[in-house]
């Protein structure tokens, strides 16, 4: 965690490097590390940011709400995660590697690594939604389904868990031989607009492209390569992050001898 993180700026073009963030998290602060690898002002939406986090064996984070969207996407380790309330009262989910939980703001969660590990995380935050409201019981809207995006903030309290790389429950879409991608669940997203997991091929690429009505901002989960920017090229290996704006011409290119993943999520902008 203590290794320097790239970042490509919207506003200056320029490779970037953050410092370590430490948290004070209430009651545990010695057992969560928290350092923020993607700032709000270096990303492609101005709203997104990203957090990479370490939990300590028997470490807790305790129960509390944020006030943005948030997708963890957990890298190592086990554990457990309970929603609305403190374990057991809530809704409880295992946590390991290669398995994300969506929420909409307002979430009330806790962490707790019951593993003999440190439990590794880096978490998607997207500010802009709205909470689903401090009134009795829980406020749901109208369910959206897989491939269907919301192009307003709809208040309603939304969790999905998704097991990434479960070829039964999330099995992987082909494109040609080079290119996988899975698809990572968001249920009653706001400004999220989707989210996935790609997998490409030693020496290939995705295609080059671009987004008209949103950001992108991807995270390498392991591999080596390049962010293509325009006429840039910019290395990465594992741990690095690159959020591109609406109309950037981009591709991301595997220059290692292994298949190389990362996860990619889309936010509208204003």
Known sequence: MSAPKLIFSVISALILTTSSISAQMPGSAETVKLERILNYDD????????????????????????PEERLYYFTDGRGIMSIYEEAPGGDVYEIRQ??????????????????????????????????PGDGEGLSWGAVTQRGVTVEKPVVGAGVAVTKVFDEGSNPSEPEGMHLLIRDIYLRRPQKFSNAEVLT??????????????????AYILYGEGNFVWDDKVIPFKAGDTISYPIGVLRRVENTGKFPMSYMVMSAFVD
């Not at 492609?44 to 509390?64: F, N, S, W, Y």
């Not at 929420?103 to 978490?123: D, Q, S, W, Y």
């Open 43 to 66: 990303s492609g939406a101005k709203r997104t940011a990203i957090d990479e986090g370490v939990l300590a064996v028997g470490g807790h984070m305790p129960l509390q709400a944020h």
């Open 98 to 131: 290669d398995v994300s939980i969506y929420m909409t703001p307002g979430i009330k969660h806790e962490i707790i690594n019951i593993g003999n590990t440190p439990l590794r995380f880096a978490v998607f935050l997207v500010r802009g939604g709205i909470g």
């Open 200 to 217: 490409v091929a030693p020496g290939r690429s995705t295609r080059l492209h671009n987004h008209s009505d949103s950001s992108e901002t």
